[in-house]
């Protein structure tokens, strides 16, 4: 690391509701912080962030910044890495574009993104932006596996304050669609390489072979899996669902991620916008590439594209009156599900239609039935029984369920699907190969021009550490524990290899089971039912969709995850739930000046934080902060001091002028350390004497339309004033 002086403690710089937050609240825990002499500095893994580091050769020397994320890449592989980090922008291609040009609007002089690139400087700027999308921060940053779990705190306040949670059928038509052929899940080939080796993916057909890629090195150990959907099978299942939609006389509704599945799920989300639209495609299609309509980019930019052409308007009309009704994003706008690529993301739209009963908004802004379409069978099973468990059993009772915590298997880019640069769309027909450094072929595929070939890979480390892992947590908690595995599964298969030998030789092999998914989610829904609890042992995917679908049913949210990441060279990073970066929030904060985004995340992360530094740097008041935010966060919950979602109640800065208050009062109140007891007594007392002007203060702040200077790129000074609105707060914190 090049700097002389390491931070203690970095807190990222991240976007929309998470980064108004941190305008209200980093000022507090840096003051805080300094008692203990920690310092809290922070690293922009923002979109703007990362497009700004990513482009300094066209930026005056005041717009530059450091690329934050390549130095956070290198930290997070010492023993000092200390990372709070908050939820960041995984970037579809409109959220991008939608970025650079705000940044352009303010003055930087940043190239267009160039859909179609011709020539080989629009290629290498297309090669840059592409480097800037989909999950491109967590890859770099998780070097080590998940440990995500409700916190005691939170489970216990779900359980005696129980969400609303909607009411099953057993007559209900919800269901879940996915491919029976021709999909990732039934093309998968996986193998665990004996020793070294660097690969090359190329392309044979009729006139020769073309490399897609080559230097793809994997150590000795490493599970290497290659796939493929067919583009032919993709197009006949989605036109048959949507005509047996429209049969059932319920909602059609995509559920993918097209953020972290970078490559591949966009390409799947325009096959849908296409055959959706396929009559109008069939006609205008020429018309349509002529006005630079991408169908990858969704529904809302091919209608901003054709907008001026009236018989392709009447056109698509005419095919929206003949298909079945949409689920809607936001039907009082008219959002439907395949107007934005990132709008309708799998771990959180299943979820949520799974806790209403199995119900979605349709255009007439009343709730249905939906089918539900997962194109690839991976991980569509896990929904599909949890569906079919509550139309048997009922909805599931947060005051008295169990709890499913998550190990997950991600370091070093475990299981990375479509978050890295091998996934392709084959151009045309022939075979694509990985040949190994020696000649061997790995891997082959027979494929057409259209289908979707990528592969992915695990580390043999990190494999192992993901084991030991779950092997520590079950001897912590006693609970049942499953590693969600299939056997029928190729990359499954080669894990269990692994897995079992491990369990074997540290003699706890009969604690532990082995499912394929679908078996282990009802196993799962069984045993927190009975209110009982489990852990579940998955892999990267998995674990992504996991650790929403089950906090979502317990906790009505997934942000309020405990969510702690043990990196491998021995530093921590502690991730503040898994609840996205809430664009509506952010909406609703410019309209009202309310900010309804919960911070419990970033509490239960901070302490974490301060009581891991404790331990890896010996300082004894860095523990005594972190057991007093443990205190403060309790204190949130025991008074119930999250925001409320309606303007003119208590928002985000109300709760953290509690969680300010609570801490203060929990560190005056201890007996470890006399001396943070005597400096932050007078704390405790101002903010407790000036509860009526600070709270007075931040309500007469709401109700009006307010400017931070910019969505993505918002002005510093201008949030800070829109977010620190109490000058009786801002007195006592500095």
Request: charged fraction near 25%.
């Amino acid at each position: 690391m090049a700097d002389a002086k390491q931070p203690d403690i970095v807190y990222t710089t991240v976007d929309e509701a998470p980064e108004r937050a941190s305008a209200s609240l980093l000022p507090i825990i840096r003051f805080f912080a300094d008692a203990a002499d920690v310092t809290v500095d922070t690293r922009d893994i923002s979109l703007a962030g990362r497009i700004i580091a990513t482009f300094p050769d066209v930026l005056t020397d005041d717009q530059k910044q450091s690329d934050d994320l390549a130095w956070l890449g290198e930290w997070v592989k010492t023993p000092e890495a200390n990372v709070i980090k908050l939820p960041n922008i995984s970037a579809s291609e409109p959220q991008l574009v939608a970025a650079v040009k705000e940044l352009q609007a303010q003055g930087y002089a940043l190239p267009d993104y160039p859909y179609e690139p011709s020539t080989d400087e629009e290629k290498a700027v297309r090669a840059r932006y592409d480097g800037i999308k989909g999950s491109a921060v967590n890859p770099v940053l998780r070097e080590g596996n998940s440990d995500r779990r409700a916190a005691a705190a939170v489970k216990n306040y779900a359980m005696a304050n129980p969400h609303r949670m909607g009411d099953w059928s057993k007559d209900s038509k919800t269901r879940v669609a996915s491919m029976s052929g021709g999909d990732f899940f039934s093309n998968e080939v996986s193998a665990t390489l004996d020793g070294a080796a660097t690969a090359k993916i190329v392309l044979e057909t009729a006139d020769g072979e073309t490399v897609l890629k080559e230097g793809v090195s994997y150590p000795a150990g490493t599970v290497v899996d290659a796939t493929f959907m067919s583009a032919k099978a993709l197009d006949a299942f989605l036109a048959e669902e949507i005509e047996k939609t429209k049969a059932e006389g319920v909602l059609f509704s995509l559920h993918m991620k097209a953020t972290m599945m970078k490559v591949s799920d966009p390409i799947i989300f325009g096959h849908a916008v296409k055959e959706w639209l396929k009559p109008v495609f069939d006609t205008y299609g020429d018309k349509m590439k002529e006005l630079g309509v991408n169908p990858n980019g969704g529904l809302g930019a091919l209608l901003d594209r054709v907008k001026d052409e009236p018989e392709i308007m009447a056109a698509i009309e005419d095919c929206r009156a003949a298909r079945p009704p949409m689920y809607m994003v936001n039907s009082d706008k008219g959002i439907t599900n395949l107007h934005v690529p990132s709008d309708v993301i799998i771990d959180a739209s299943m979820p949520a239609l799974i806790r209403a009963g199995g119900k979605g908004w349709g255009p007439d802004n009343k709730e249905h039935d939906a089918v539900c379409v997962i194109p690839d069978n991976s991980y569509a099973p896990v929904y599909d029984e949890s569906i079919e468990f509550f139309k048997a059993n009922g909805k599931l009772n947060p005051a008295t369920a169990g709890t499913v915590q998550n190990i997950g298997l991600m370091a070093q880019k475990a299981e990375e699907y479509g978050s890295h640069p091998t996934t392709f769309e084959i151009p045309e027909d022939g075979t694509v190969k990985m040949v190994l450094d020696d000649g061997t072929v790995l891997h082959s595929h027979k494929v057409e021009a259209g289908d979707i070939w990528r592969s992915a890979s695990a580390r043999k480390a990190p494999i192992e550490d993901w084991v030991n892992l779950a092997i520590d947590r079950q001897k912590a908690t006693g609970y049942r524990s499953i590693f969600w595995l299939d056997e029928t599964r190729a990359h499954d298969a080669q894990l269990i290899a692994m897995v079992k030998p491990i369990l074997e030789a540290k003699g706890v092999a009969d604690k532990f089971e082995i499912m394929a998914p679908r078996e282990a989610t009802r196993a799962s829904l069984e045993t927190i039912t009975k209110g009982e609890s489990t852990i579940a042992i998955t892999g990267n995917v998995l674990r992504d969709y996991l650790t929403d679908l089950f906090p979502i049913l317990e906790l009505a949210t997934s942000a309020k995850m405990l969510s702690i990441v043990k990196l491998m060279q021995g530093g921590g990073l502690f991730e503040t739930g898994a609840g996205g970066s809430a664009p509506k929030h952010v909406q609703q904060l410019d309209e009202e000046n309310h900010l309804r985004w919960d911070s419990l995340g970033e509490f239960c992360a901070l302490g974490e934080s301060f009581k891991f530094l404790a331990d890896a740097k010996d300082n004894a008041k860095a523990r005594v902060l972190g057991n007093a935010v443990d205190a403060a966060t309790q204190g949130i919950l025991d008074h119930d001091r999250s925001p409320s979602r309606k303007v003119g109640e208590p928002d985000n800065r109300d709760s953290h002028y509690w969680f300010a208050r609570y801490w203060a009062e929990a560190l005056a109140a201890q007996s470890d350390d006399a001396e943070l007891a005597e400096k932050f007594a007078p704390v405790a007392k101002a903010l407790a004497d000036g509860e009526a002007a600070i709270t007075g203060e931040l309500a007469a702040a709401q109700g009006k339309p307010v400017d931070t200077g910019g969505y993505y790129h918002p002005d510093a000074d201008k949030m800070s004033s829109v977010m620190r609105p109490s000058a009786t707060l801002n007195a006592i914190f500095g």
